[in-house]
Each structure stands twice: as C-alpha cells, then as structure tokens.
C-alpha cells in the first residue's frame, strides 16, 4: 500500500497567494482528516471528513481556510489569501472507521513557508 | 475542551536506563494513541489504547491506559540510541466513530550513548 499520499511536500509562496494542498487517503479509508503543525501551536485538528461529509470544522483557523473532499481518494485543503503565520506543516491522515482500534495514518505532510 | 498534557516535554537519558513518559487527559475518551516523530518526518503510529487496563508491548517500549486516572503511560526499557525521537500521545474525543485527536506538546526524547 502506498500509504497516505500528500502534494506537495514543500510550497513557498507570497503573502496575498492562493495556496492548495492535496491529499490522497489510503484506498478504502473512509475517515480523512487535515492536522497542522507548528513549534508555537503544537499539532492541531483543522478539519475531518468521513464518507467524504465534513464532520467537524471547529479548528480550520480562518474564512481563509476551506478543505473540500469531493471524493473518497482526493481531498484538497486551500488558503486563500495566505498570510506568513499560516507557515506549518500541513498533514493528512486517513482512517477506516470500524469502531474498533481505527488508527489514524499519516502522510509525508506539506511545509508551507509564506513569505 | 479536551486537553492533554504530556511531561516531561525534554528527556535526555542514557542508554540502558529505563524511563517512564506521562499524558493526561480530561476528559472522558474512547481511544489513546502513542505516535513517534522523526526530526523532519511524520507521525508514526506506535500504539492504540482501548479500554481501561490496557497494556501493549513492542520491543522497548510499553503503553499503558488507566482511564479512571485518565492517566496513559509510556514505558522505555534498557533505551537505546534509535529511540530517540519526539514522542506524543494523542486522544479522540467521545462522540463515536472516527473523531479528530487531540495532541500533547509532545515529549523529545534524546538517548545519549
């Protein structure tokens, strides 16, 4: 299994662009959730999705964050416009949701630097 | 809202010795998750904890859940050098089904030869 897939692994981008992260959870997973983190803030739930519906989008920090999940093996987490304190390492992890020991999985993660 | 604290946040040990790393939470949680970090890496999962008594076992490490306490330890027995890493503990919240984690700080750990 390739395990959870994220795009990209770097970004460096201008304050006032539009930044899209990109995740593909691991096939059958059908629990996607979006993590940043940061020295300051730690490691911080943005959003999750299960059978691609947003649950809970109580930690994406801003109206300047959106994450949608159009299908099972995509899901996009966008910043627009993004500002400097937004710089993170974005995660993805995916989980089947058996009600049983559902572990989450991680991928690589996105450093995002905003300058 | 959930919290959870982790302690120590810095653990500098040598090798051979054993050591013991603490979370709380608190609040009531289904789950307990350790995960281990690499500098510069991600997250990789070491154990799931279900039920109050829990124990799991892999090679040095042991994981504990005592969910009256709402007390988890980590266990590291006769530490080696690989082992060095940041360590977190994590909890999902009770509503059921697959729920976000909450995080500790974190605990990083240097072994020292």
């Known amino acids: 299994d390739a395990g959870v897939i994220q795009s990209p692994r770097h970004e460096v981008t201008e304050m006032g662009q539009e930044v899209t992260l990109r995740c593909k959870p691991i096939?059958?997973?059908?629990?996607l959730f979006w993590y940043r983190q940061t020295m300051m803030r730690g490691l911080e739930l943005l959003i999750y999705f299960n059978n691609n519906v947003p649950i809970d989008d109580s930690g994406m920090p801003e109206d300047r964050f959106s994450a949608k999940m159009p299908n099972a093996s995509f899901s996009t987490l966008k910043i627009q416009p993004s500002e400097p304190r937004d710089s993170a390492v974005y995660f993805c992890?995916?989980?089947?949701?058996?009600?049983?020991?559902?572990?989450?999985?991680f991928g690589p993660g996105t450093r995002l630097t905003v300058l | 809202e959930l919290k959870v604290e982790q302690n120590p946040l810095f653990l500098s040990m040598q090798e051979g010795k054993n050591y013991t790393i603490y979370c709380n939470y608190s609040?009531?949680?289904?789950?307990l998750y350790w995960y281990r970090q690499d500098p510069g890496k991600s997250l990789e999962s070491l154990f799931v904890?279900?039920?109050?008594?829990a124990v799991k076992q892999e090679g040095r490490l042991m994981a504990s859940l005592d969910t009256k306490a709402r007390l988890s330890t980590l266990h590291i027995t006769a530490a080696v050098h690989d082992l060095s890493a940041t360590y977190f503990c994590a909890v999902e919240g009770s509503g059921g089904g697959a729920d976000g984690l909450t995080f500790g700080k974190g605990t990083h750990l240097i072994i020292q030869p």
């Open positions: 096939s059958g997973h059908n629990s």
């Open positions: 904890l279900l039920s109050n008594g």
């Open positions: 609040t009531t949680s289904d789950r």
């Open positions: 992890a995916s989980s089947w949701d058996s009600g049983g020991t559902d572990t989450q999985y």
